[in-house]
């Protein structure tokens, strides 16, 4: 098996920097357990403006997606999210870096044992 990070984009809504921030300082439990449950490694979002980079570590990114689309863990943050961000697109390779800095990542809220209820 060969290991693929997908890398992913996102735009967020204007003036929503701060709001999205602050739903990233922890995630919530469900959706973690939910994520490592599919074989998500790790995933990691850097900031630049409004623009989201998001590298995901797993195995096949599609398959991921598949498997989440209707859990109900997903859903719900799907659905806190959407008040932020404007979607999705899945990127070919990492852009040219400028100056993001880092909003979230899943291995390291799981090592500093920060939790959420759900």
Known sequence: MSVRAAVLHS?????QETAYETEHRVVPDEL???LRGHGVRDWVIW???TDL?????????AALAAAIADDPANLRWQERMAAHV????ELDALPAPRRPHLVWSLRGQVADGA???S
């Open 11 to 15: 735009v967020l809504r204007p003036g």
């Open 47 to 49: 900031r630049d403006g």
């Open 32 to 34: 973690l357990t939910t």
């Open 86 to 89: 404007e979607g999705f697109t």
């Open 53 to 61: 980079l998001h590298l995901v570590d797993v195995d096949d990114y």
């Open 115 to 117: 939790t959420v209820a």
